[in-house]
């Protein structure tokens, strides 16, 4: 599908840029010296208070609206707690990206494995070419045609399973244990990026998990 970016600059106080596929209008940003977009820009921020209801917290980045920072976003090393604590969860996200490594890893080789075998039986010279192979001789009774699709498909419903377990790894890091009250205070320096510009009287939305685009690759520190 071709896409096509649009800018438009003519009016001097105010850039209005459209992203347009085909008939369709895919997205709409405009800036102005009233509306500064702020979206993925990095700011050290001061925690202005702490909301228990909603567990999340705002935070002060030098604009007229403070930053919404969740719970989720909040990387264990901004954590006020023992060190020891700090330690085990880094080595469960640890633990947990190796598993998620693990099993991307034996889905990809199932699936190599499934496009091959796909591969073999569609070939002319597979066993679905009739006219060259006595299919009798290579079927005797009481022996299964084609084994290995069994197998490919217990393991591939035994990682979708896992994925399904592993799908929100975040929340699972430390959110669930303690609250967001019991380990950031008000006052904290925190270093967080824009995820959401302003919109209306909301905010915009915040996080610590920090991720700088390059040409070739991007920069995720910290993050799982």
Not at 94 to 104: P, T
Not at 147 to 156: C, H, L, S
Request: hydrophobic share 30%; glycine share 4%.
């Amino acid at each position: 599908m071709e896409k096509n970016l649009y800018i438009d600059a003519s009016h001097p106080n105010e850039t209005r840029v459209v992203l347009k596929s085909e008939e369709n209008i895919e997205d709409y940003e405009y800036e102005s010296k009233k509306n500064i977009l702020v979206r993925n820009n990095i700011y050290l921020g001061k925690v202005s208070r702490v909301e228990p209801s909603l567990q999340a917290a705002f935070v002060d980045i030098g604009r007229e609206r403070h930053g919404f920072l969740a719970f989720n976003d909040i990387q264990p090393d901004y954590y006020q707690i023992p060190q020891g604590d700090i330690r085990d969860l880094k080595q469960k996200e640890e633990e947990l990206r190796e598993k998620l490594k693990e099993e991307s890893k034996k889905l990809e080789e199932n699936n190599s494995l499934s496009a091959l075998d796909e591969d073999f039986r569609n070939d002319k010279n597979g066993f679905n070419n009739t006219d060259v192979i006595n299919t009798e001789e290579l079927n005797p009774p009481n022996i299964e045609l084609n084994p290995i699709n069994k197998e490919i498909d217990r393991d591939v419903n035994e990682i979708v399973n896992i994925e399904k377990k592993f799908d929100k790894p975040r929340q699972s890091f430390g959110s669930k244990r303690y609250k967001i009250q019991e380990v950031i205070k008000p006052n904290q320096i925190i270093l967080v990026q824009v995820l959401k510009d302003e919109r209306g009287k909301k905010g915009a939305a915040l996080s610590t998990f920090i991720s700088l685009a390059g040409k070739y690759t991007i920069l995720m520190p910290n993050t799982p």
